[in-house]
């Protein structure tokens, strides 16, 4: 494996559900990996992917113990930078390069699958989905993209688009609005 640098964060994000600054706290280990992204764009599926490659497709995992989001509000960090700490899984091993017992891999790659997250939903969401309307249920929701066509008027959408021209280049501007690289 590569010797990376760990990334110099640039900003802190403060709102109702996050907090970043837990992350001049934590303690990096050779071996982590950070699973970043926007809410609601895939990371807890990534989450339960990356979970089921690393446990060889075991049964039940309870993903979100195991890999906390850890700037999420709650619970506080005095509670959550401890528990993280004291994981002794292996939290990522040679960068997924993760070989799959090839009897296993069917039932792996079922419970990487959007149905089975959504019945097994609590396992895999913060807090098993307990500070959302609906619970876990309604967190997994429907596993697809472009779902802000259906909720986005017209003026709203003239008004992402610019401000994604003004913020980001051509093709990360392509990329967040269509998951496709140029």
Known sequence: MKNNTIPVKTRELHNHHFDSTIWNDFNFRNDDIVI???????????????????????????????????DLRVPP??????????????????????????????????????????????????????FRDGGAQTFIHKGTNVRWRETLSAQEVSKYERRAAAELDSECAQWLATGEIS
């Open 36 to 70: 970043s992204s926007s809410a609601k764009s895939g990371a807890t599926w990534l989450q339960q992917i990356i979970a089921q490659l690393l446990s060889n497709g075991e049964e039940g995992m309870e993903v979100a113990e195991m890999s906390p989001w850890l």
């Open 77 to 130: 960090k005095e509670v959550k930078l401890p528990m993280a700490e004291a994981q002794t899984h292996r939290r990522i091993a040679d960068f997924i390069q993760t070989p799959i017992d090839e009897e296993k891999r069917e039932c792996t790659l079922r419970q990487c699958s959007f149905d089975y997250m959504k019945v097994n939903a609590t396992k895999s969401t913060p807090l098993g989905g307990a």
